[in-house]
């Protein structure tokens, strides 16, 4: 079983607002990352967590804040963000940082 | 540093002929490969990985990739398309000292048409 699940699939946030993305695996993996996708375009890393530690932060701004809870689960906290924001936001996960990646189904983020 | 260059952006082709994804990297160091298929609105999805070993590597869907080392690159191919092999390709390469990161191509449009 390769499966990453990630809630919610849509999101519509006001500049305003707070919301979290959250993402699910129960593969055992110690990797879990964030990945920003813009339409027609590769992915983006945003952060990596090893061993529930973040391991890489590609110079995200704040308003983006993840939260690696246990070793299954990736939050990635939004709080006033701008419309350039809205994307598909991808978790990923493997087994260690440098072994392959499996992809969830991503969440795409509209921000008004 | 390590690069990934897809050569092709898009790339037409009729159901049941033969494609290929060209894929090219840069690297000086020994490197992990990937294929990933992404269709609308959905995730990446691996297709086959070359880590070591045999240079003609088998994934899902009927998909193959051939790694060559003297060219640097791993070209995906499929004997035969179906309407539904229609989505992005993803050619990847896994950043060397395993920080986790994963070096991209631009993707390829592989459009099958009736």
């Known amino acids: 079983d390769t499966e990453v699940t990630q809630t919610p699939k849509h999101l ?6 707070k919301k979290s ?23 983006e890393l945003m952060f990596v967590y090893s061993y529930e530690k973040l391991s890489i932060n590609e110079s995200v701004p704040s ?4 939260e690696c809870p ?21 978790c990923a996960s493997s087994q260690d940082t440098g072994k ?10 509209l921000v008004l | 540093a390590q690069s990934v260059t897809q050569l092709d952006s898009q790339v037409p082709v009729f159901e049941e ?10 690297s000086s160091v020994s490197v992990y490969l990937f294929w990933y298929v992404q269709y609308p609105n959905q995730g990446l999805q691996l297709l086959l990985k070359y880590l070591s070993g045999s240079t003609l590597v088998k994934g899902i869907n009927g998909f193959e990739a051939e ?3 003297s060219q640097t690159s791993f070209h995906l191919r499929k004997p035969s398309v179906h309407i539904s092999d229609t989505a992005e390709y993803f050619c990847a390469v896994s950043e060397s000292g395993n920080t986790g990161k994963l070096i991209f191509g631009q993707g390829t449009t592989l459009q099958v048409k009736p």
Not at chain 1, 21 to 27: R, T
Not at chain 1, 70 to 90: K, M
Not at chain 1, 100 to 109: D, E, I, K, V
Not at chain 2, 17 to 26: H, I, K
């Open chain 1, 100 to 109: 392959t990646q499996y992809f969830g189904p991503g969440t795409r983020l």
């Open chain 2, 17 to 26: 002929a033969p494609v290929e994804l060209r894929c090219n990297y840069s």
């Open chain 1, 12 to 17: 519509v946030m006001g500049m305003t607002n």
């Open chain 1, 70 to 90: 246990n070793s299954s689960l990736l939050n990635l906290h939004l709080h006033a963000l701008q419309p350039e924001d809205s994307a598909l936001y991808l």
């Open chain 1, 63 to 66: 308003r983006f804040s993840p």
């Open chain 2, 67 to 69: 790694f060559n080392k």
């Open chain 1, 21 to 43: 993305l959250k993402c699910e695996q129960h593969m055992g993996h110690r990797a879990m990352y964030w990945y920003k996708q813009k339409a027609k375009k590769p992915p």
